[in-house]
């Protein structure tokens, strides 16, 4: 290639990266727009809260300043007295797992080391979910520090775009004991 030919290739080359560019920003900008349940749009969402969607990933959902919060489901540990309880935040979209001792109940049933898992997935034309990401957490237990008296959280998962769902078992020398999954929610 000579100069004049390579000087106007690369004032080609040039031309269409801004086309592209401009193309990229024309099709996220209805995303950055785009409002939560909640009437916030994402940008406003992610300067209120401590993360938004996949940057939730992993994070604490009591650092992150992600506004009303919804149980989606709700589902009784087995023999004990404790629950495990689907969240989701719209503000953060994102879900986590808030495990506790239920309500109205004076004593604490030891039993076996807690456990709780957490996944999301996308939902498919068909109606069916493909499962994406997991969080597994044992609760701590800690006898001698009020820990019946105490909720646990796991971390955080996406929830932007995505379904989710919730078990709760325990663990024993045998193995993990669970119960079913939850149904899918939204």
């Not at 990229?24 to 349940?37: F, I, N, R």
Request: include cysteine.
């Amino acid at each position: 290639m000579t100069g004049p030919q390579i000087k106007s290739a690369a004032k080609l080359l040039a031309a269409s990266c801004l086309v592209v560019a401009g193309a990229m920003c024309a099709t996220l900008a209805p995303v950055a727009a785009a409002e939560t349940s909640s009437g916030v749009s994402f940008t406003e969402a992610k300067s209120r809260a401590g993360c938004v969607g996949m940057g939730c990933n992993g994070k604490d959902p009591n650092q992150q300043s992600c506004g009303s919060v919804s149980t989606l489901a709700t589902q009784l540990q087995p023999d004990s007295d404790w629950r495990a309880e689907l969240r989701y935040s719209a503000e953060c979209r994102a879900y986590w797992v808030r495990h506790r001792k239920v309500e109205n109940v004076d004593t604490c049933n030891f039993g076996a080391p807690r456990i709780v898992e957490l996944q999301n997935g996308v939902r498919k034309a068909d109606g069916s979910v493909v499962p994406q990401s997991n969080v597994r957490e044992n609760q701590p237990v800690d006898y001698d520090a009020g820990w019946c008296a105490q909720s646990y959280w796991t971390t955080m998962l996406n929830g932007e775009g995505r379904v989710a769902r919730i078990r709760a078992g325990y663990t024993a020398p045998e193995g993990t004991y669970w119960k079913h999954w939850s149904d899918w929610k939204s």
